[in-house]
T-cell receptor
């Protein structure tokens, strides 16, 4: 089975901290995605990557950056966490040529 | 990017067939239609993908008319465990994975 693993299930950080959310997939997928999910807003795409060291902005990249140094790992970075970044963060991966993506369990981040 | 429109919520009863329609008027030639299911506190799960006409798998059917401006996800004989949010996505096969707000389906006993 495809496995997408997010490093933390729950995380509490202070305003202004630099936060790293890690995501690892074990199926050699080319594409990886970071979303945030807030009540009533569905999933919103933050960034995605279709290859190592490649990244593309999604719909809400402000306040975030990403890193993909290895194919299996895609990191989301909150440069200076703010309370409006309190959210559920979901990582996903998919192979090229399909829209079947596999999601991690999510990281619920609270910024206080 | 093709924008999708779905009903915000739907109610059904156990054993009924449920049809959820998604509108995507500006779908592009290279776009596929994909549906996901999401339970609370979990990531979305792929249900079905199609390009035109009808696609069926063990979980659902997807109906796509000739003009491809809409699609309908059909869930046969739903149970309480089908209560979830269902998302329709339209995009190409490479890296276009933008979700809308989804349809919250509630199945009642």
């Amino acid at each position: 089975d495809v496995k997408v693993t997010q490093s933390s299930r729950y995380l509490v950080k202070r305003t202004g901290e630099k936060v790293f959310l890690e995501c690892v997939q074990d199926m050699d997928h080319e594409n990886m995605f970071w979303y945030r999910q807030d009540p009533g807003l569905g999933l919103r795409l933050i960034y995605f990557s279709y290859d190592v060291k490649m990244k593309e902005k999604g719909d809400i990249p402000e306040g975030y950056s990403v890193s993909r140094e290895k194919k299996e790992r895609f990191s989301l970075i909150l440069e200076s966490a703010s309370t409006n970044q309190t959210s559920m963060y979901l990582c996903a991966s998919s192979p090229t040529g399909t829209t079947e993506a596999f999601f991690g369990q999510g990281t619920r981040l609270t910024v206080v | 990017l093709a924008k999708t429109t779905q009903p915000i919520s739907m109610d059904s009863y156990e054993g009924q067939e449920v049809n959820i329609t998604c509108s995507h008027n500006n779908i592009a030639t290279n776009d596929y239609i994909t549906w996901y299911q999401q339970f609370p506190s979990q990531g979305p799960r792929f249900i079905i993908q199609g390009y035109k006409t009808k696609v069926t798998n063990e979980v659902a059917s997807l109906f796509i008319p000739a003009d491809r401006k809409s699609s309908t996800l059909s869930l046969p004989r739903v149970s309480l465990s089908d209560t979830a949010v269902y998302y329709c996505l339209v995009g190409d096969l490479y890296n276009d994975m933008r979700f809308g707000a989804g349809t919250r389906l509630t199945v009642k006993p």
